[in-house]
């Protein structure tokens, strides 16, 4: 599959799961968190740091998400992100947006072959619009 026709296929996705959210309203863990949330999809934090961000429960791991998400957007850095690839292997997540530095060739590796459907090099904030 392309990678638009991927990411139009993500799109459509509405439970999302974003791994590296941030009070920082600087930071696109925050900015696509507030994104998502505000144009209607069902999006749940991940950040250790943090219990709540405006008002919004934030989880521990993804592994504390109390429903299954379709995608994960992953805005952490690269050992972070092939770490967590096997917990979204495990919870049957197939969907993963890799923000820009939230990967590297060993990471987009092991996700292929746990033939995960992937987009990077791609913001996800500037798809949403």
Known sequence: ????????????????????????????????????????????????????????????????????????SIIVNPSISNKLLDDIEELGIRNVWFQPGSFDEKTINKAKELRLNIVYYDCLYVELG
């Open 1 to 72: 599959m392309s990678t638009q026709k991927l990411k139009e296929e993500m799109m459509k996705k509405k439970k999302w799961a974003v791994v590296g959210v941030t009070n920082d309203k600087s930071k696109y863990g925050y900015k696509i968190f507030k994104k998502l949330n505000d144009i209607g999809y069902i999006t749940h934090g991940v950040n250790p740091k943090y219990r709540e961000i405006e008002g919004y429960k934030i989880y521990k791991d993804i592994k504390n998400i109390p429903e299954k998400v379709d995608c994960v």
